[in-house]
């Protein structure tokens, strides 16, 4: 970004941080930090937001424009099956796990120092590291979700062996992990998986081929479902098995690497075709349990799937704030348009309102695994776990898209970042379920778990507890959309085997019912300090959503011409509640 001379140093530097220059994560990670923690995370999201901005941008082009490569043979005719990763790639790995991403929430060592972390830091620290790199977030997210079914269901000799790798910042000892899931014939259909496992003695061995592992060749654990010998079909018949790259002995596990993908995005990550030949592994907790096991790292991959969506989103919204600082067209920065303006502020709101949707789930989450979530949070979790990865995936490439756009011509060529932010972008709306499978995955959750139940009364009683004079018409309209929610449930409920046609729609009025709370209570507290941008975010946020008004009839963005107004909310300029009360009438 171009700096005015009029900006000092320290102000440009901060602009540049994909952190410091981020005002409202940094007002978001203020309310949801526990406060033992809000000092040093603040301290370490800082540090990190200086490391995604200055030291990993380079590295990550270059591990993008050399992705791995496989070398299948030594030079003496061997099977070797040995990933070759770019050094930028490993230098990205190195501090990126150094910094604790991956295993942080699970650091034994660092629940014994410091008492833990929670999930709203660690995502933190991997919302500001994926505007940098995305591709790396994967086997990050792997790493952290390999640990979690470890430390959850495996026994103390599995725990004792391979956690500590898991968990560890250093290179030298440090145990990347991978999920096994899909193969061809099945793909999001799970139970046709035909992999098996046949027990030898204290161990296990596995055959069959598995169609898409990523991070193949760095992973050290990978996590694998198979079907033992004589079990049914379906997923019940499933079993988890922790497969080590090499063996206790030291010796390299029997599994062949067929080709890596040559991927649209991601490409800095390896990505691999895998023939399991009687590769050694262990049992993971209740063999008929593997696939119940399985939906843990699954779920937990969704989330991060939903920050690494929020978190391309926010650096599409990065690039397209400072170039219209920057772009003159017809004698104007362009940013002096209309058009312009309410594009900006588009893409503001939506990035703000599922940034907190997520964070939402992200401190359900905690909650669940601190042992403190009621029956009613679980069944909120277990709810918009895979409404926030569908939609924030969704969002993320078309964010993508408009940031080429916005850029014109320099957004379609390589030497800019948007290119590649478009290619990462679509691989997010794929990974962990498709939006349709992720939509069937809700309606099971209204169907037996009766979660839309919670979600109604939750969201009621959560509008209801607003106070601020100056956020009540808005409060009337989200409780207006709360009722046609309702409705619409009823309608879904009735439908039968076509209540599939208009779920996804369902789904996404719900989300929005839901955001549109979330920020209504943000205005509320920002009203109580006497600052109105979050007033302004909501009410723009349920006009756009909530009001239905023809064409030139002064629909939702008419009051986007306003300075006070656009600069507010896209600029983060200072603006009271009166002054928002005043520009939103």
Known sequence: MNVDSKVSPQQADAERDFFASDRSFRRLMQRRLPPEQRDRGMAWLQEMGRMATDVIPPLSELANQHPPTLKAYDAWGERIDAVECHPSYREMTRLAYGAGLGGMYHDPALRAREGGVSHVLAFGLGYVFAQAEQGLYCPICMTEGAARLVA?????????????????????????????????????????????????????????????????????????????????SGTRGLGLFLMPSTWVDGSANRYRINRLKDKLGTRSMPSAEISLEGARAFAVGDLGRGFAYMTEMLNLSRTYNAVASVALMRRALYECLGYAQERAAFGHLIEAYPMVRRQLVEMTLEQEASMALVWETIALLDRQDDGLATLEQRKLLRLLTPQIKYHTARQAVDFASQACEFLGGNGYVETFITPRLLRDAQVLPIWEGTTNILVLDVVRCLEKEGAHEVLFES????????????????????????????????????????RTLFAKEWSDWAIRVYQATLLLESAEEDVALGEGRMLAIAAKFIRRHFERQAPGMGGWGADLSDHTLFEAIARHAPLTPDQAVRALA
């Not at 061809?184 to 098996?196: E, H, R, Y």
């Not at 969201?459 to 409060?475: F, H, I, N, T, W």
């Open 152 to 232: 959850a269901f495996g026994d103390e000799a599995l725990k004792a062996r391979y956690l500590p790798g898991l968990t560890s910042r250093d290179p030298e000892t440090l145990l990347q992990g991978a999920m096994f899931l899909t193969e061809k014939q099945g793909g999001s259909d799970v139970g046709a998986n035909l992999a098996t496992a046949r027990q030898v003695g204290d161990h296990w061995e596995l055959f069959g081929d598995k169609w898409f592992c990523s991070n193949a060749g760095e992973a050290g654990v990978m996590m694998v479902l198979a079907r033992p010998e004589g079990a049914p």
């Open 459 to 498: 969201l009621r009683a959560r509008l209801g507890a607003l106070r601020q004079p100056e956020s009540a018409p808005y409060r009337g309209q989200a409780l207006a959309a709360l009722d046609r929610l309702v409705q619409g449930f009823q309608q879904l409920a009735s439908a039968g085997q076509e």
